[in-house]
C-alpha cells in the first residue's frame, strides 16, 4: 500500500483511493480477493498511513464489492463490518453449473464457457445483475460499467442491453451513485469504462462522475490521467 501512495504521491495527486476487492461466496479455482479476515490487517495498515502520509495526500480506505445474487446477505453484513471511506460496486463472476466464472478475465477457460452460454445473454444478465445490486444495496459509485467480457473480440451491445443500461443510469440519478470513468480501459480499447455513450447519457442525467486508475501494480497509479481532458474535449 505505500507503494502506491508513494507512486501518487510521485505523480502529483492530491488523493489516493484503495478500493479492494471483496466478494463473497463465490466458487472459482482462483482467488482474487481479500478475504473478510483480512481486511482488519487493511484497515490497521492503511491508518499507519494515512498518519504517516495524510499530511501530503488525502488517503481513502475503501472497498470494491463484487455482487453475487445468491449471496445478497452476506455481502450486506461484510459491508456493514468496516467503517469504507468508500464503496464501489461491481460484478465479477457468473454462476454456471456450481462455478463461477469470471465475466472481465481474459483467461480463456472464462471466455470459452461464458461464450458458450452466449455473449448477449451473459451481458444481459450482468447488466441486470448490477440492476439487482443498486436495488439492494447502499454504495458510492459503479465501477467499470460496460467492461462486461471485454476481451472477447467484436462485441456490440443489442437494443435490449442499452435499455438497461439506461436503467441502470436512471436508478443512479435516483439514488445519487457516482459513475466511475475507469481509465484502464485506454489499454484495452482506447477509452475509459464505460464508453463515450453511457458517459454522454450520464451527464445529461447529471450523474457525478469520479476518476480512477484500477491501478493493480503501483506503476499505473493515475494511469491515463493526463489523456482525460483531451479524449472529452474530442469526443463530448
Known amino acids: 500500500m505505500e507503494e502506491y501512495i508513494i507512486s501518487a504521491l510521485t505523480r502529483g495527486l492530491h488523493r489516493i483511493t484503495f478500493l479492494e476487492h471483496l466478494e463473497v461466496a463465490i466458487l472459482s479455482n482462483r482467488r482474487t480477493w481479500l478475504r473478510p479476515e483480512d ?19 488525502d488517503i481513502e480506505l475503501g472497498v470494491e464489492a463484487g455482487f453475487n445474487p445468491e449471496a445478497i446477505e452476506e455481502l450486506k453484513q461484510q459491508l456493514t463490518a468496516y467503517p469504507w471511506d468508500t464503496i464501489g460496486l461491481s460484478y465479477h ?46 454504495c458510492d459509485k459503479i465501477c467499470h460499467l460496460d467492461a462486461v467480457l ?40 482506447n477509452e475509459p469504462y464505460p464508453c463515450k455513450r453511457i458517459i454522454d447519457r450520464a451527464i445529461t442525467l447529471g450523474i457525478p462522475l469520479v476518476v480512477g486508475s484500477d491501478a493493480h501494480h503501483p506503476d499505473q497509479v493515475g494511469r491515463f490521467f493526463d489523456r482525460l481532458d483531451d479524449w472529452f474535449e474530442e469526443h463530448t
Open 39 to 57: 481486511f482488519g490487517e487493511y484497515f490497521r495498515q492503511g491508518r499507519i498511513l494515512k498518519k504517516k502520509y495524510g499530511d501530503r495526500i
Open 93 to 138: 463472476f457468473y454462476a454456471h453449473n456450481s462455478h463461477h466464472y469470471n465475466m472481465v478475465s481474459r483467461k480463456r477457460s472464462d471466455l470459452s464457457t461464458l461464450t458458450k452460454i452466449g455473449t448477449h445473454q451473459v451481458m444481459e444478465d450482468y447488466f441486470n445483475g448490477l440492476l439487482h445490486a443498486l436495488h439492494s444495496l447502499d
Open 150 to 189: 471485454r476481451h472477447s473480440p467484436d462485441l456490440h451491445f443489442s437494443t435490449k442491453h442499452w435499455q438497461l443500461i439506461d436503467e441502470l443510469l436512471l436508478l443512479m440519478r435516483k439514488k445519487g451513485t457516482m459513475l466511475e470513468i475507469n481509465t484502464s480501459g485506454f489499454v484495452i480499447r
